[in-house]
């Protein structure tokens, strides 16, 4: 499969695109201007939020594409290209469930805003390295805004104690999805970044084989299903490893960017 034909290109951001400390290596804004000069698309594909993704892009935040909260929104220049919110029932119930596990923080993901309930200060430090407009309230279920995801921190492991409880309860009619050790996103059964990128596909004319995508855990699954050329990084995930056809170096190691410029940019 020719890699001169690529179109398209997403990479999942924490443990994939930055290093271990949440920073973008410098030398992504040449490789970001070597593929725009290309024509090629780049898109940060995240659970972060919207406003959290573009400050870490800083000076081309209004350029790149956007896939944020893990696929349930697409952004691109300011404007939305894709949208999968989840109904107000479907927020009632989580967020309910969710307040009976011990230890579980919850962040109620808005178009506007994410919004929290707890006044911890480690939850707080935590939250706010991926909910950079983040909003303290007495009750979730009286914010007025339109909500895409529900994200929830347990410091012990989501894994563990967080998606046995809410998958059996919710799994059937929502996506419910580690995504990292100590996070978990309820989505819109329909959401994933790989449905992102499959309407991406079909609204701006390029094929999933000329798709690229890189990713380390398992809300990248989905991701990696919708690209040919699926890498999973070193420090991925062993079963995301399996799922992906190829691997990149790891995180630490830049991987993404390596593997960009050999295959894509021939540098």
Same mark, same amino acid.
């Given at each position: 499969?020719?890699?001169?034909? &690529? #179109?398209? &290109?997403? /990479? ?17 804004? =040449?490789?970001?201007?070597?593929? !725009? ?5 780049? *898109?940060? *594909? $995240? ?19 956007? &896939? ?31 307040? @009976? ?11 506007? $805003?994410?919004? %929290?309930? !707890? @006044? ?44 046995? #409880? ?8 929502? @996506?419910?999805?580690? $995504?990292?050790?100590?996070?978990? =996103? ?5 959401? $994933?970044?790989?449905? *992102? %990128?499959?309407?991406?596909? @079909? !609204? ?42 190829? /691997? *990149?170096? /790891? ?17």
């Amino acid at each position: 499969m020719s890699l001169h034909n &690529i #179109k398209f &290109i997403a /990479s999942d951001m924490d443990g994939t695109l930055l290093d271990d400390s949440s920073q973008l290596s410098p030398e992504f804004f =040449d490789v970001y201007r070597q593929l !725009t000069e290309k024509g090629i698309i780049f *898109a940060a *594909a $995240s659970g972060r939020q919207y406003a959290s993704l573009q400050q870490t892009f800083g000076p081309i935040k209004d350029e790149i594409m956007y &896939i944020a909260e893990n696929g349930t929104l697409v952004m691109h220049q300011g404007k939305e290209l894709y949208c999968c919110p989840l109904g107000n029932d479907t927020v009632e119930g989580i967020v309910a469930e969710a307040r @009976q596990i011990e230890g579980a923080y919850i962040v109620l993901c808005g178009k506007q $805003s994410a919004y %929290i309930e !707890t @006044q911890d200060p480690q939850a707080i430090a935590e939250l706010k390295k991926y909910y950079h407009q983040c909003l303290y309230v007495e009750d979730l279920l009286k914010v007025d805004d339109e909500f895409i995801k529900i994200a929830i921190c347990h410091f012990d492991s989501t894994e563990k104690f967080v998606y046995p #409880k809410l998958n059996e309860k919710f799994g059937a009619t929502n @996506q419910v999805v580690v $995504s990292a050790r100590i996070w978990l =996103d309820v989505m819109n059964a329909q959401a $994933s970044k790989g449905a *992102a %990128i499959e309407h991406l596909q @079909q !609204t701006l004319g390029f094929t999933h084989e000329q798709t690229m995508s890189f990713g380390d855990y398992f809300n990248d699954v989905e991701m990696l299903k919708s690209s040919y050329h699926s890498y999973a990084v070193e420090n991925a995930h062993p079963d995301v490893k399996q799922l992906a056809r190829f /691997s *990149a170096p /790891s995180n630490l190691d830049n991987g993404v960017l390596k593997v960009i410029k050999e295959t894509v940019l021939n540098v």
